[in-house]
C-alpha cells in the first residue's frame, strides 16, 4: 500500500441483527396465513362462499404453511448461529412485504380447486402442472434418463394442447385471446 492509505466506506444507515431481522420476517406470515385462513369478515365481507372452505385441501395448505414457519422460526432461536451481522433496518420493508405479502396471497379460496388460476392463462393447465412435476423429479433426481423423459413429456403434451387450444378457438367465439396451450404469455 505504501506510507499512506485510503479507506473508503458507505454508511449503510441504522441496523438489526440477523435472528431480530428473521423472527419479524417468520412471525408475519404465520399470523397473516391464519388472517385469512380463518377467513375473517373484514376481509371476506359477510359472503358465505367467501367465510368458509369445506375443502381439505385448505386445511392441508393451512398445516403445511404453518409448520414451515414455525420449522423456521425455530431455527432460528435454537440452530443458526450468526456472526454478529446486521442487516440494513430499510430492507426489512422489503423482506417483509415479500414474505407478508405472499402469505395473504398463497391462501387457497374456497373453489374446487385450488389451482383454478391456471384456467386463466392456459388452455391445458393440466399439462402444464405435470410438465413442472416431472421438471421437478429432474430437478431432484439430477439424473439424464428423466430429464430426457421430462423433454418428450414437454413435446408431447405440448402438441396436445396446441390441438385442444386450437379446438376451443373454433368452438368458443368469445374465448379469451390472451390464453395460451400450456406456458402462460409464451406457448
Known amino acids: 500500500v505504501g506510507t499512506t492509505a485510503t479507506l473508503y466506506f458507505k454508511d449503510l444507515g441504522p441496523q438489526i441483527g ?3 431481522v428473521f423472527l419479524i420476517e417468520y412471525t408475519g ?7 385469512f385462513y380463518f377467513r375473517m369478515t ?24 404453518s409448520f414451515h414457519y414455525i420449522k423456521r422460526l425455530i431455527e432460528t432461536v435454537f440452530v443458526h448461529r450468526f456472526s454478529r451481522g446486521t442487516m440494513p433496518l430499510r430492507n ?3 423482506n417483509c412485504l415479500y414474505y407478508w405479502g405472499f402469505a395473504a396471497w398463497l391462501i387457497p379460496y374456497p373453489t374446487k380447486n385450488p389451482f383454478t388460476w391456471l384456467f386463466f392463462f ?12 416431472w421438471i421437478s423429479f429432474t430437478i431432484m433426481t439430477q ?9 418428450l413429456c414437454f ?3 405440448t402438441i396436445w394442447a396446441k390441438d385442444k387450444h386450437c379446438t376451443y378457438l373454433r368452438e368458443f367465439k368469445d374465448y379469451p385471446s390472451h390464453r395460451m396451450p400450456i406456458i402462460p404469455f409464451l406457448l
Not at 406470515?29 to 388472517?35: D, G, V
Not at 392456459?122 to 412435476?133: D, F, I, L, M, Q
Not at 439424473?143 to 423433454?151: A, R
Request: hydrophobic share 45%; charged share 10%.
Open 155 to 157: 413435446i408431447q403434451m
Open 92 to 94: 426489512i420493508v422489503k
Open 122 to 133: 392456459v388452455s391445458c393447465p393440466n399439462y402444464t402442472y405435470e410438465v413442472g412435476t
Open 18 to 20: 440477523w435472528t431480530t
Open 42 to 65: 373484514f376481509v371476506y365481507g359477510l359472503d358465505e362462499r367467501f367465510t368458509s372452505s369445506p375443502h381439505p385441501v385448505v386445511n392441508l395448505a393451512c398445516i403445511c404453511h
Open 143 to 151: 439424473c439424464v434418463p428423466v430429464g430426457l423423459f421430462t423433454l
Open 29 to 35: 406470515p404465520l399470523f397473516i396465513y391464519f388472517l
